[in-house]
């Protein structure tokens, strides 16, 4: 019972914790440069948005091909993993030091799971927005609210900077849900209408 309550707990607080550690890394780190560390802005804030507007450039189109500016480079990911990681990694090793090594594994076994399946997430979910395909994902109505969510993103680059679980946004105020003036917005299936 106390495995399947830390399990459980463990997943809970890092789904809610990685809502805000990607809301704090798009708005801080994707969006200006760090000191000298530019890396993510220039990738995300200078290219992807330069490409990637809330017209029709919001999809994937053939100049592109080869070259999409989408995903984060592969290496992102297991730095994402691992920094997501860290307290759940510092937890369970207390824990462990202190003889309960079944809740040492509980806590990192969820927490491993649920930073990689964010990760993954993250990055189909962020994907099929910019390169539509008529997927069964996409078809469906929680997968065209995020959709909706991350073009207005697009629109106003300080609002909407969750992709994949907008709780952060809605906690920390940058949570909207219409464009406040029109704009030529794409258009498709799983675009819904933003206007106001």
């Not at 804030?45 to 995903?71: F, N, Q």
């Not at 709780?167 to 909207?176: K, N, R």
Request: with cysteine; aromatic share 16%.
């Amino acid at each position: 019972m106390v495995i399947a309550l830390t399990t459980l707990s463990t997943i809970l607080v890092c789904v809610v914790m990685a809502s805000f550690l990607e809301w704090t890394l798009h708005k801080y780190v994707m969006h200006r440069p760090v000191g000298s560390f530019s890396y993510a802005y220039e990738a995300h804030a200078r290219v992807h948005h330069t490409r990637y507007r809330a017209d029709d450039s919001y999809h994937l189109h053939e100049r592109h091909a080869g070259d999409t500016k989408i995903t984060m480079a592969w290496w992102n990911g297991i730095v994402l993993i691992s920094g997501g990681m860290l307290p759940y990694l510092i937890t369970g090793t207390i824990f462990y030091q202190f003889g309960f090594l079944y809740i040492a594994i509980a806590i990192w076994g969820s927490s491993l799971m649920v930073c990689v399946a964010y990760y993954v997430g993250y990055e189909y979910t962020h994907w099929c927005m910019h390169n539509p395909q008529n997927r069964w994902v996409e078809r469906q109505r929680w997968y065209q609210w995020l959709n909706a969510h991350h073009l207005l993103h697009h629109k106003d680059h300080s609002k909407n900077l969750n992709v994949l679980f907008p709780l952060a946004d809605w906690c920390l105020g940058t949570l909207i849900t219409r464009a406040k003036y029109p704009f030529p917005q794409p258009r498709g299936p799983s675009v819904p209408d933003v206007q106001p």
